[in-house]
T-cell receptor, first 112, second 114 residues
Framework: QKEVEQNSGPLSVPEGAIASLNCTYS??????FFWYRQYSGKSPELIMS????GDKEDGRFTAQLNKASQYVSLLIRDSQPSDSATYLC????????????FGQGTTLQVKP | DTEVTQTPKHLVMGMTNKKSLKCEQH?????MYWYKQKAKKPPELMFV???????INESVPSRFSPECPNSSLLNLHLHALQPEDSALYLC?????????????FGPGTRLTVL
């Protein structure tokens, strides 16, 4: 079992819709969860971090964390073509070394 | 200034060359990282420096040699690389290297080994 799992996609949504990206992790004591957006040929850009169960909202983005289910998700409201990118879920596990463990990434396509 | 900078943007080198990648941050962060990313794969951690000391080496071959001259600078010295080392090399920084620290990436250096 991979430590952090994401559906590779592509996930295709129409412009204006809600895109829902999901991630599961295996280390039960993980405490920090991050979503990065990566455009083709560019470096990862941090868009959300979440540490506690529940929802965290920032503009059109909402991160959701459920530690009991070992599940973290990212919702993008009013999706725009400029949101088309690969979204990487990353987790810092129990080692407390700051080592980010990435999922394989989900490719999102927002169609005009 | 919330930026991590990396130079050069692109680098082409032969297998016998010696080159260096450079990374700089002015956010007062005390942890800096080197990652390697191959096409369509997530970044893979190579090294972590915490308070200018090497704290993690992810069993990286010795042809990659990191250096942290001060808290703002991070170098990666390259020697006798192989074509399979061609990748995007990413530098990142965070306030510390503990659990809750967000890591911010630089733009990367695209390395091609001939």
């Amino acid at each position: 079992q991979k430590e952090v799992e994401q559906n590779s996609g592509p996930l295709s949504v129409p412009e204006g819709a809600i895109a829902s990206l999901n991630c599961t992790y295996s280390d039960r004591v993980s405490q920090s969860f991050f979503w990065y957006r990566q455009y083709s040929g560019k470096s990862p850009e941090l868009i959300m971090s979440i540490y506690s169960n529940g929802d965290k909202e920032d503009g059109r983005f909402t991160a959701q964390l459920n530690k009991a289910s070992q599940y973290v998700s990212l919702l993008i409201r009013d999706s725009q073509p400029s949101d088309s990118a690969t979204y990487l879920c990353a987790v810092i596990g129990s080692s407390n070394t700051g080592k980010l463990i990435f999922g394989q990434g989900t490719t999102l396509q927002v169609k005009p | 200034d919330t930026e991590v900078t990396q130079t050069p943007k692109h680098l082409v080198m032969g297998m016998t060359n010696k080159k260096s990648l450079k990374c700089e941050q002015h956010m007062g962060h005390r942890a800096m990282y080197w990652y390697k990313q191959k096409a369509k794969k997530p970044p893979e951690l190579m090294f972590v420096y915490s308070y200018e000391k090497l704290s993690i080496n992810e069993s990286v071959p010795s042809r990659f040699s990191p250096e942290c001259p001060n808290s703002s600078l991070l170098n990666l010295h390259l020697h006798a690389l192989q074509p399979e080392d061609s990748a995007l090399y990413l530098c990142a920084s965070s306030q510390g290297s503990a659990t809750y620290n967000e890591q911010f990436f630089g733009p990367g250096t695209r390395l091609t080994v001939l």
